[in-house]
């Protein structure tokens, strides 16, 4: 189940007059987010930022996600972590015991000290946003979407089973690991690339026409481990990246990889 739904579950996305960087799974690493910023020389009167989802939980700056997501240089998919939220309050206010469950798990603690201003604002800013987004670029199509879109689907037939409330392509959209989990290079027809998160992998990795780029930015954030937030310029994907048994990407990836090891302080991006 999706809840709710959202209003408008896909979003096309006119060309960008600069570019446009894909981050993977941020998880309250906002700190990262800047680092990456600066390291590509983000320039946020022409540039844009992309999510793949999974802005909050885990991290300790899952509070900050309204005020990111507040800039108009900003624009990310519905992730399972934003889902699961909103699954919670779906009727209003939860249950304890459901909260108690989501504060032992999903690294949903920081939800518990958050205010109630910001509580409400951060399910403002999350509610709306779509399950995909596709993105117009001078290489071509370009889709995003959290976890996966189903192996055989095109990706016009995704975006209108999307558009036509389909809750088990949602699912699929917000939750499966499928494709990465089995290696499938079978790529998605009718779209130029999709970039997907959702399962953190230690280095970035292409299947097919799919670009799965959630390096484990909090994990390293948290644990000192060598996850990354990964920051991949859409457009400028060159040459064959290497897969999921490779060695890394090559040179000429366009791609800045934000250090993991951050100490967090306030979000002011500009």
């Known amino acids: 189940m999706v809840a709710p739904f959202p209003e408008r579950p896909v979003i096309r ?9 894909v981050v993977g799974d941020i998880h309250g ?3 990262l987010v800047l680092r990456g910023m600066d390291r590509v020389r983000f320039d946020p009167s022409v540039d844009r930022i992309l999510s793949l989802g999974d802005l909050i939980d885990r991290g300790p700056g899952s509070h900050r996600t309204a005020r990111f997501l507040a800039h108009d240089w900003v624009h990310a998919v519905r992730g399972n972590h934003e889902d699961m939220l909103l699954e919670a309050y779906a009727d209003g206010e939860p249950h304890p015991a459901v909260l108690a469950f989501l504060h032992g798990r999903n690294g949903f603690a920081w939800w518990r000290d958050t205010p109630d201003g910001l509580k409400a604002d951060i399910l403002a800013a999350v509610r709306p946003l779509p399950l995909a987004i596709e993105l117009d ?10 976890a996966d879109v189903p192996a055989g689907l095109s ?6 089973r999307l558009e036509a409330g389909d809750e088990a392509i949602a699912h ?20 130029g690339r999709v970039f997907v998160g959702h399962t953190p992998l230690p280095r970035l ?4 026409n799919v670009y799965a780029v959630d390096t484990g930015a909090v994990h390293g954030l948290l644990h000192g481990s060598d996850g990354a937030l990964s920051f991949v310029e859409a457009t400028g994907l060159t040459g064959a990246l290497a897969g999921l048994g490779g060695d890394g990407p090559p040179p000429d990836l366009v791609h800045a990889l ?10 002011s991006p500009l």
């Open 155 to 160: 990706w016009p037939a995704f975006l209108a």
């Open 205 to 208: 990795a292409r299947l097919g």
């Open 172 to 191: 699929e959209a917000l939750w499966s690991r499928r494709r990465v989990d089995y290696g499938d290079e079978s790529g998605v027809p009718g779209v």
């Open 137 to 146: 670029t001078a290489r071509g199509s370009v889709g995003l979407v959290h």
């Open 13 to 21: 996305l006119p060309r960008a007059r600069g570019r446009d960087f």
């Open 29 to 31: 690493a906002f700190d």
């Open 258 to 267: 934000a250090e993991a090891r951050a100490t967090d302080r306030p979000f």
